[in-house]
């Protein structure tokens, strides 16, 4: 009878452990199951989370703050612009926030800088035409440029003030004709528009004409026009995003700050300035020769259209 019951309880035991064996089998493997699931999950966020710019640079070219091999600003014109992500004359100034998906203009105090300016910029200049700088347009043609952006990074001056940057522009240029006609070298004219951040807002400014009686051989001259007095929108943009648009009619200039707050220039000047073609510019023009300043702009949206 003993002999019985001492083989009932082994066979009992036997079947406790392998029962148990089995579910902890199982339990470790729904364990491993799940892990494998949490990762893929945690996989596919992270995957997610990359973010390319959606800007169109097949109508761009951008000029950097890095000299090239003629000592001077390194400037790329498409469809060669289209390949910032891996050109290595682009990357350290011109590149994406894979988190925001933002296009990153980043600039500091370089000899590489541009006819007529002390300042260097990392900074787009609009090709109507890829890679013509001789195609551009009339303020009658008319044109609109809009841009989601923001100031990520300024550095400050020794009294603690931010720099200030100049985030859109509209350049003025000269026909063939325009630069033969005044005997001048190159084809530059002034800029009629420049839009600034500064100290967390945004100020406009504008050429006014010296003279308004100027014939149009002496319009032509950059030492004709001056600036004015220059606008600063009340609202306050910090480093957060906004909007800012651009929109150009025969004798008539808007500057858009959030979609709601309005700046219009329509006047005498506007009218005048109609002689020049014009091109637009976005980015980070930097306005410091500070040593170690530096800014970044986080363009997120640009479109232009004419």
């Known amino acids: 009878m003993n002999y019985f019951k001492k083989e009932f309880i082994l066979v009992v035991v036997i079947t406790f452990l392998s029962v148990n064996a089995t579910c902890q089998e199982k339990a470790s493997s729904t ?26 640079l097949s109508h761009w070219s951008v000029t950097t703050p890095e000299l090239n091999h003629k000592g001077k600003a390194t400037n790329v014109e498409p469809p ?11 990357t350290p100034y011109m590149y994406n926030d894979s988190i925001t998906g933002a296009l990153v203009f980043y600039a500091y105090p370089s000899n590489a800088t541009t006819a007529n300016t002390k300042y260097s910029r990392s900074e787009l ?25 923001k100031v990520d990074e300024i550095s400050k001056d020794s009294d603690g003030k931010p720099h200030k940057v100049i985030i859109m522009q ?9 630069r033969d006609l005044i005997g001048q070298k190159d084809n530059n004219a002034p800029p009629i528009l420049k839009i600034y951040w500064q100290n967390g807002k945004i100020r ?21 026009w001056g600036d ?7 609202q306050e943009v910090g ?29 005498i000047h506007m009218e005048k300035w109609g002689v020049f073609e014009n091109y637009f510019k976005a980015g980070n023009y930097f306005q410091s020769r500070d040593e170690g300043a530096f800014a970044k702009v986080n363009y997120y949206k640009l479109k232009v259209k004419h």
């Open 204 to 224: 406009v400014k504008t050429k006014v004409l010296k003279n308004l009686d100027a014939s149009d051989e002496e319009i032509l001259h950059d030492e004709a």
């Open 239 to 267: 480093h957060r995003k906004f909007t800012l648009e651009v929109k150009v009619s025969e004798g008539k200039l808007i500057v858009v700050l959030n979609n709601f707050d309005y700046k219009v220039y329509d006047n």
């Open 170 to 178: 509209i350049h003025g240029r000269l026909t063939n004709e325009q």
């Open 125 to 149: 200049r609009e090709q109507m035409e890829p890679g013509n700088n001789n195609v551009n347009w009339t303020f009658k043609q008319g044109g609109t440029m809009k841009g989601v952006l």
């Open 80 to 90: 060669e612009i289209l390949k910032y992500a891996t050109d290595k004359r682009l």
């Open 228 to 234: 004015d007095e220059g606008y600063t929108f009340d």
């Open 31 to 56: 364990t491993e199951v799940e892990k494998s699931v949490e990762v893929k999950k945690k996989s596919k966020k992270k995957k997610k989370k990359y973010k390319l710019s959606k800007i169109d």
